[in-house]
């Protein structure tokens, strides 16, 4: 390997956006032919908005009490959707990563999640709301007392850049894959609107990895862009990960490339400068 080709690689990486950590990386990025993508905060800007509430008026707001104490995006989201309600201080709260959250409000067992968490405790969500349309529209349920109580609906914009960076990773022959903790139908409508045909969903932050792990021992050698904590683990045991520049601590430090610029555009633009710089090296 020439070090100047590798300088040149990390140095043009650097104005495009893209931070290569070091050699390996770049080696890593030539010969990627599978790149998972997470949706919320990667694929999805993560800055969510309640769009509408099924339930009585006490829903909302036991549902964002118990919130207060997740760091959730979805859990800021409900509690600005709170506003002006008087929150109730939570107690034995539990954050239950991939699934939601849960509290004592008013003396009352609260559970807000997706419904795999309602699946857990044998509750089955009664109300559908249609989740037709594009953008990443997600569904929250809440549960009191053991009792199905209602849905809090919420919208998370697909980002601006998300299509054009899936149509140029397909125009690379790359294959994509979305990977989510969230619902099916919630990350198929994502899929769709972006054109990714293989959908992972409803995994659980712990099982991330594992789903990489599998594509790896069907022979495919993948990349993982991810944003949060979730992912850390994904992202270290993919061929090559990718952060976007929104990613937490964790989230960068199992990254192999950081990718500092706000447009998806940089994942093609890494891959691409990476097999370029790869040949230019051997
Ligand atoms: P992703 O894999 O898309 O980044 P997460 O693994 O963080 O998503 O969460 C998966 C799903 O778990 C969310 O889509 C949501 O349905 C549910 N969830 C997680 N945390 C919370 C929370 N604090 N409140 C409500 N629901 C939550
Ligand atoms: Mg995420």
């Known amino acids: 390997a020439t070090p100047t080709a590798l300088m040149v690689g990390i140095g043009r990486g650097a104005s495009l956006g893209i931070l290569i ?18 949706k919320t905060g990667t694929l ?7 769009t509408g509430v099924d339930g009585d008026d006490d829903l909302l707001r036991y549902a964002a009490s118990v919130e207060q104490g997740s760091e959730h995006p979805i859990a800021r989201a409900i509690e600005r959707g709170a506003a002006g309600l008087d929150l109730l201080p939570v107690e034995n709260f539990e954050t239950l990563p991939g699934l939601g959250a849960s509290g004592v409000v008013n003396g009352h067992h609260v559970l807000v999640g997706n419904a ?14 249609g989740l037709a349309g594009q953008g990443g529209r997600g569904v929250v349920y809440v549960a009191v007392d053991g009792v199905f109580a209602g ?6 914009d697909i980002r601006p850049s998300a299509r054009e960076a899936v149509d140029a990773l ?10 989510t903790g969230d619902d099916a139908p919630a990350a198929r409508a994502v899929a769709a609107g972006l054109g990714i045909e293989d959908v992972r969903a409803n995994v659980l932050p712990a099982d991330k990895a594992g789903v990489i792990a ?17 992912d850390a683990a994904a992202l270290a045991t993919a061929d090559l ?25 940089v994942i093609p633009d890494a891959i691409g400068l990476a097999r370029k710089t790869r040949q230019t090296i051997h």
């Open 21 to 38: 950590k070091g050699q390996d990386a770049l080696e890593a990025s030539g010969v990627i032919d599978t790149v998972v993508l997470d």
């Open 44 to 50: 999805t800007t993560g800055e969510m908005t309640v």
């Open 116 to 129: 795999a968490l309602l699946a857990s405790h044998d509750i089955t969500p009664t109300q559908q709301p």
């Open 151 to 156: 849905s809090i609906v919420l919208s998370d």
């Open 170 to 179: 397909h125009g690379q022959g790359l294959r994509t894959v979305l990977l």
């Open 214 to 230: 599998e594509l790896q021992a069907d022979g495919r050698r993948v990349a993982m862009v991810g944003d949060g904590i979730n």
């Open 241 to 265: 990960g990718l952060a976007v520049v929104t990613g937490t601590d964790i989230a960068l430090k199992s990254a192999d490339i950081v990718l500092v610029r706000d447009h998806l555009g």
